[in-house]
């Protein structure tokens, strides 16, 4: 392979090099690419194959490489590859600033601590869904928790409230537009009309809620994190079994708001005037 130097940022007193571009890493991120496209149903070897134009041998090789580091899980009924979870967990801290979940880990897991559940942040992405980037280790099953890396669905309850309750109007009604109703329970929300309702309680109450409209017979409690430029980055939230949570909604979601606060002061956080402070 031939170099010159003409574009190396790490060479001092030399000319950079050409941007190089490795095959197999090129392939390997052209079979992700793939994998992304199809979520749900994952991609058989040939059809991936077939797609790059590479032999399926090559193919096979790449995709054992990247099911061995957990970017990739195959499933041998169906001999389908789909996208893991890994891979998500291992570039979550490129997605959130490092410096904020420096600073904000350490403040949810004080709150875990005082209020006995564990504490989940999310992050929302571009297609409706929640990146978890955190959330502590807690072994009762009656608690709702899930790991870094896990992506809740498009239109779950208690964070996509807490993402669009403190919007202005305008990208509220907006984004109820363009909003699909998903029914992840018998108690989910499909209606517009009483989706806006509900988001107007959030803002009365404080705080989201989700009564078992994602997961049966756990109650969710989620509020949004806003950045600098005053938007909702990061969705920090508390689920577990009705029948703990639920005697204990007003004492954990204090706590939340508390925590919360404390976050946007230490990052320069500015959310809107009608967000709930602590008392």
């Known amino acids: ?27 390997a991120i052209g079979i992700i690419r793939i994998l992304n496209m199809h ?8 059809d991936i194959a077939d797609t790059l134009s590479i ?8 995709l054992r490489t990247l099911v061995a580091h957990g970017w990739v899980e195959y499933d041998s ?11 998500a967990a291992d570039s979550s801290s490129a997605l959130v600033s490092r410096t904020h979940l420096a600073v904000i880990r350490p403040i949810a897991e004080k709150l875990a601590e005082n209020v006995g559940y564990p504490c989940i942040l999310a992050e929302p992405l571009a297609d409706g869904s929640f990146l978890i980037v955190h959330t502590s280790k807690f072994q ?21 409230k807490a993402k ?32 806006r ?5 959030c803002r009365e109450r404080g705080y989201a809620r989700s009564a078992g409209e994602y997961v049966e017979g756990f109650t969710t409690i989620a509020l949004p994190i806003f950045n600098r430029e005053g938007r909702v980055f990061l969705i920090l939230s ?5 029948a703990s949570i639920n005697p204990r909604e007003a004492e954990v979601a204090g706590a939340m708001i508390e925590a919360v606060a404390q976050v946007h002061a230490a990052i320069d956080g500015r959310p809107p005037v009608n967000f709930p402070r602590p008392r």
């Open 197 to 201: 309702a509900d988001l107007a309680v």
């Open 140 to 160: 009762d099953l009656s608690i709702l928790n899930a790991p870094v890396g896990y992506r809740f669905p498009p239109g779950t309850a208690a964070q996509m």
């Open 238 to 242: 508390i689920g577990s079994a009705a």
């Open 77 to 87: 009924a169906t001999r389908r590859y789909r996208l893991s979870s890994g891979i």
């Open 1 to 27: 392979m031939k170099l010159d130097r003409t574009s190396d940022p790490v060479s001092p007193g030399m000319a950079p090099l050409e941007p190089v571009q490795v095959p197999a890493v090129v392939k």
């Open 164 to 195: 669009l309750a403190w919007l202005p109007a305008a990208e509220e009604a907006a984004e109820l537009e363009r909003w699909t109703p998903v029914r992840h329970s018998k108690t989910s929300i499909m209606d517009k009309e009483v989706l």
């Open 39 to 46: 979520p749900d149903s994952g991609s058989v070897l040939s």
């Open 55 to 62: 032999t399926k041998s090559h193919c096979h090789n790449i």
